[in-house]
């Protein structure tokens, strides 16, 4: 078969497949584009230039595009059945052990980068990293001296390193990351000296309410981990810790950065400004929804 053929294959399939979400059947030209260009590791303009330039399949790859059509058809993911996903400049390895990267959570780094793009320098921290996502697009992006990326999962943590040491092995350049263990703020506590404090840290919590897992697509609820998409108390429970404990290992003038669920946002701006912060703000996608907390410290 040709490379065009093995693309048209793979989107009547998708397109017949009762497993998958009338949304992405109805859109088959894109998924099953997407998926092939995914396992190639060609954007889908680079798919589009190779099927005129190059329509024969390469040793192996008519085996790698099947196995990934396999797992997609029973449901799996598009991003964990070609095994990867992009975000803001990078593309980033993943799999069941970590949460899917969002093109809303680039919003939430874009605002860390305008933050912090005053002067160069501090310590950037992501809590909850999963993929590496935040932490190595702060790296790679940001100005700061160092990145710190913390989970409590030991399996999310080995993905973001994977994650770190494949772009190192790329020559992508990026400030030093150190990965810790932990839960919360506990692993900032535990990297901080008496004098050192963060001057941004950044989160993308577990924020959706177990009794909402109902009308969670099956993508979703079926698949991605649960550690990183449900939360206590309404789903806020994550938030109450971090918008409670964060001031005090932020620098004078440093800024608390989560990204938001829209129907949360009044309440989790309204712990923030009862909890001193000076500057609290919720900023949209571009979608026009609520989705990114920023609450500042008092300066000095």
């Known amino acids: ?38 396992v190639l590791h060609l954007s889908p303009g680079e798919l589009a230039q190779r099927l005129v330039a190059e329509p024969a399949l390469r040793a192996g790859e008519a085996a790698h595009i099947e196995i990934a059509l396999h797992r997609r058809l029973r449901g799996e993911p598009l991003a964990y059945a070609v095994g990867e996903a992009p975000f803001r400049d990078l593309v980033l390895r993943v799999d069941s052990r970590v949460l899917i990267p969002r093109p809303e959570t680039e919003v939430v780094v874009e605002e860390v980068l305008q933050v912090a793009a005053a002067a160069p320098g501090g310590l950037a921290v992501d809590i909850g990293t999963g993929s590496g996502a935040i932490a190595l697009a702060l790296a790679t992006e940001g100005r700061f001296d160092a990145v710190l990326a913390t989970d409590v999962s030991l399996e999310a943590l080995a993905v973001a390193q994977e994650n770190a040491e494949w772009l190192r092995q790329q020559g992508v350049a990026m400030a030093p990351v150190e990965f810790r263990h932990g839960a919360d703020l506990a692993p900032l506590r535990a990297r901080l000296a008496d004098h050192e404090k963060a001057r941004v840290i950044v989160s993308n919590p ?90 500042r410290t008092p300066p000095e």
């Open 1 to 38: 078969m040709t490379l065009r053929e093995v693309v048209q294959r793979v989107v009547s399939l998708i397109g017949e497949c009762a497993q998958l979400e009338p949304e992405v059947r109805q859109d088959a030209a894109r998924e099953g584009r997407l998926l092939v260009a995914g």
């Open 206 to 295: 577990p924020y959706i309410a177990y009794e909402e897992a109902v009308r969670l697509p099956a993508s979703v609820r079926d698949w991605e981990p649960t550690l990183a998409l449900f939360a206590a108390n309404g789903g806020l429970a994550r938030y109450q810790v971090l918008v409670q404990d964060a001031r005090a290992l932020l620098e004078p003038g440093g800024w608390l950065i989560l990204e938001l669920d829209a129907n949360r946002a009044a309440p989790v701006a309204a712990m923030a400004a009862a909890a001193g912060y000076d500057v609290v703000q919720v900023k949209q996608d571009l979608a026009g929804r609520d989705r990114v907390l920023l609450a």
